[in-house]
């Protein structure tokens, strides 16, 4: 159901660079301006984390290299 749910649609690149992003802009909260806008930072990393963006579901789009029909 997980897999249904949340299907892996993004490229490990990408996962990793929305971890590192996700992770900067939380730093926004204790570093910097130290502001809540930093909160916003879960969002990216939430999804490099899980593998699966919810707008790349629900438009059908996939980074996710095609894989091989046997």
Same mark, same amino acid.
């Given at each position: 159901? !997980? &897999? &249904?749910? !949340?299907? *892996?649609?993004?490229? +490990? ?5 929305? =971890?590192?992003? #996700? ?6 909260? =204790? ?15 939430? *999804? #490099?984390?899980?593998? %699966?963006?919810?707008?790349? *579901?629900?438009?059908?789009? %996939? *980074?996710?290299?095609? &894989? +091989?029909?046997?």
């Amino acid at each position: 159901m !997980f &897999k &249904k749910l !949340f299907p *892996t649609n993004e490229h +490990k690149v990408e996962r990793v660079l929305r =971890v590192v992003l #996700g992770l900067g802009i939380l730093s926004l909260t =204790v570093v910097g301006p130290q502001t809540l806008l930093g909160l916003l930072g879960v969002i990216p990393l939430a *999804t #490099g984390l899980l593998g %699966s963006c919810p707008l790349y *579901t629900l438009f059908g789009f %996939s *980074t996710c290299p095609l &894989k +091989k029909a046997d």
